[in-house]
């Protein structure tokens, strides 16, 4: 898909001000709309992939659990956590 037609093409370069995480394959960057939340938070991978392989996706979990535990760090804990 041409850049010009993709939103999120490139979105953590005109914006770098939400990105929370980013490496060679993916990013992790504030949604556009918040839709009442306090943060909301999005994984947006750098090339246009048809199927996201399963490692890759694996990759992309553990970096938003970690990236998720700093930026809802405001949130209560569960004391069962």
Same mark, same amino acid.
């Given at each position: 898909?041409?850049?010009?037609?993709?939103?999120?093409?490139?979105?953590?370069?005109?914006?770098?001000?939400?990105?929370?995480?980013?490496?060679?394959?993916?990013?992790?960057?504030?949604?556009?709309?918040?839709?009442?939340? %306090? !943060? #909301?938070?999005?994984? @947006?991978?750098? &090339?246009?992939? *048809?199927?996201?392989?399963?490692?890759? %996706? !694996? #990759?992309?979990?553990? @970096?938003?659990? &970690?990236?998720? *535990?700093?930026?809802?760090?405001?949130?209560?804990?569960?004391?069962?956590?």
């Amino acid at each position: 898909m041409p850049e010009t037609t993709c939103p999120l093409c490139g979105v953590w370069n005109r914006e770098p001000q939400n990105v929370f995480y980013q490496d060679e394959e993916k990013v992790v960057i504030r949604t556009k709309y918040l839709k009442g939340h %306090r !943060e #909301r938070i999005q994984v @947006v991978w750098k &090339e246009h992939v *048809r199927e996201i392989p399963p490692e890759a %996706r !694996e #990759r992309a979990l553990r @970096v938003l659990e &970690e990236v998720g *535990r700093r930026v809802f760090s405001y949130t209560q804990q569960n004391s069962s956590s």
